[in-house]
């Protein structure tokens, strides 16, 4: 589990497109922030208790800063509502360190999809592509110009001629996935991110062209509602955990989840998701079999069975020992 924070100022805010607004972290005493590299997010302690992934978007090289994009979703939980409405210029903030489960590896080539909000990651990926020289190709797809962020930075700048935008309100826009896909060679990777149906048409494709899955990559922001673990679901049983540092013993009942339980009983474990895919409640597990039910693990580290997402994982055992 990710406990350790810093402090960071509200530099900047500003309008990034329609529903969406950009931030400008800094540090307090005008240092440097920490490193970073093409892809990591970091998690911001939000007003009204909420924690938050967002990618880091400027280039990872510049570290007076950290920029974010945060769209307005009405429908959430509160977390980007809180960022439009409450954060302000001059605000401290807490963030967790960089950390990065969606690195750029090093290619002949790369390809970038990025769907809507999905931008914030693949923008900071094509600006170290092309302070290196690589050859890439970025196709940003969105609704409409209005809600494309960030268009700005990359039609105005060096990036544009890499770049290939995707309206659907434009017709003559449209992003032929296939063919640009059907170029990929063998020494090709894919990047995508954006909304979990636009990742998986991507990946789809990709995988219809021979893209083989070690070059494809994909960072989800968040499922669709058939894809959200079922936590508790019909047919759960309860068990206890115990917590490695105390002794304590609790119980989990079936009808609820291991946060939500522990939180009850006065142990509390960050969440910020809720859907296993940001792993800010990633906790270690030193006795026992979780039921992995998260996208966040790879399928190794299911296999490892030392940590599990306990927002939406449950327990194959009648006992899990964690490392709280």
């Known amino acids: 589990m990710i406990t350790e924070s810093l402090s960071v100022r509200v530099a900047g805010k500003y309008q990034a497109a329609e529903d969406v607004v950009g931030l400008e972290l800094v540090d307090p ?14 998690d911001v302690h939000l007003p009204g208790g909420f924690i938050r992934q967002y990618s880091l978007l400027n280039d990872c090289l510049q570290r007076a800063h950290f920029l974010i994009g945060v769209l307005r ?25 960089p950390r990065n489960r969606f690195p750029l590896v090093p290619a002949a080539r790369s390809l970038l999809f990025a769907g809507g909000i999905g931008i914030t990651p693949l923008l900071c990926m094509a600006r170290r592509l092309l302070a ?25 700048t060096a990036l544009a001629a890499h770049a ?57 922001f968040a499922l669709d509602e058939d894809q959200r673990p ?59 079999i979780p039921d992995h039910r998260d996208t966040y693990l790879t399928d190794a580290e299911h296999a490892a069975n030392d940590q599990f997402t306990p927002c939406c994982s449950r327990a194959r055992t009648p006992m899990l020992v964690l490392d709280l």
């Not at 005493?29 to 990591?40: D, Q, R, W």
């Not at 290196?132 to 105005?156: K, M, N, P, V």
């Not at 522990?262 to 998701?273: A, E, H, K, N, Y």
């Not at 895919?277 to 030193?286: N, Y």
């Open 230 to 288: 079922a936590a508790p679901a019909e047919g759960d049983t309860a068990f206890q955990v115990r917590l490695a540092s105390t002794g304590e013993v609790f119980d989990i009942p079936a009808d609820e989840t291991i946060t939500s339980a522990l939180d009850r009983q006065g142990v509390f474990i960050p969440v910020s998701c809720e859907e296993g895919i940001c792993g800010t409640c990633l906790t270690g597990v030193r006795e026992g």
């Open 29 to 42: 005493a005008g240092g440097l922030l920490p490193e970073f590299s093409p892809g990591a997010h970091i």
């Open 73 to 97: 979703e009405p429908q959430s939980r509160g977390g980007s509502i809180a960022v439009h409405d409450q954060v302000q210029v001059g605000d401290l903030l807490r963030i967790s360190p």
């Open 132 to 156: 290196t020289g690589a050859a890439f190709d970025l196709h940003y797809s969105c609704r409409t110009r209005e809600r494309a962020a960030f268009l700005d930075e990359i039609q105005g």
């Open 164 to 220: 290939c935008v995707h309206f659907d309100d434009e017709p003559q826009t449209a992003l032929d996935a296939r063919t640009v896909l059907a170029g990929a060679g063998a020494d090709t990777h894919v990047y995508v991110c954006g909304p979990s149906g636009y990742i998986d048409f991507i990946l789809g494709q990709a995988r219809g062209a021979g893209v083989d899955e070690a070059r494809l990559h994909f960072e989800r």
